[in-house]
C-alpha cells in the first residue's frame, strides 16, 4: 500500500506563513493527484487545495492568492506553502493522494490514501 507523512504544521501569529510537506511512499506506481484538505473542530473536512500530476492546481476561494501547493521533483511529494495566515485557517491539516500501486509484480492498484494530519493553529 501506500503511506503519507506530513510534517511543517505548529503555532504562528496571524499574518505569518508556514509550509507543509507530504511524502508518499510504497510500492507506486504513479500519483495522479494530490492534495491537502483541513478538518477544524466541529466542521466538516474541506478541500484547500489539490493538484494532479500534469501541474494543474485548484483551490478553496478563501486561500486563493494566499497558499500555494506545488508537487517536488520526484513527484511523489507535494508541498503547501500558508502566506499571511489567519486565524480562521487553524485546522489540521491532512494529505491526500490518488494514484495505483504495484499490488503484486503482475498487477496494479488504485489506492486513494491519506496522512495522518498536522495542526496548523495561528493565534496570537
Known amino acids: 500500500q501506500v503511506q503519507l507523512v506530513e510534517s511543517g504544521g505548529g503555532l504562528v501569529q496571524p499574518g505569518g506563513s508556514l509550509r507543509l510537506s507530504c511524502a508518499a511512499s510504497g510500492s507506486i506506481f504513479s500519483i495522479n493527484a494530490m492534495a491537502w484538505y483541513r478538518q477544524a473542530p466541529g466542521k466538516p473536512r474541506e478541500l484547500v487545495a489539490a493538484?494532479?500530476?500534469?501541474?494543474?492546481?485548484k483551490y478553496v476561494d478563501s486561500v486563493k492568492g494566499r497558499f500555494t501547493i506545488s508537487r517536488g521533483n520526484a513527484k511523489n511529494t507535494v508541498y503547501l506553502q500558508m502566506n499571511s495566515l489567519k486565524p480562521e485557517d487553524t485546522a489540521v491539516y491532512y494529505c491526500?493522494?490518488?494514484?495505483?500501486?504495484?499490488?503484486?509484480?503482475?498487477?496494479?492498484?488504485?489506492?486513494?490514501?491519506w496522512g495522518l494530519g498536522t495542526q496548523v493553529t495561528v493565534s496570537s
Open positions: 491526500n493522494a490518488q494514484g495505483s500501486y504495484y499490488s503484486s509484480s503482475v498487477s496494479l492498484t488504485d489506492f486513494n490514501s
Open positions: 493538484i494532479t500530476s500534469g501541474g494543474s492546481t
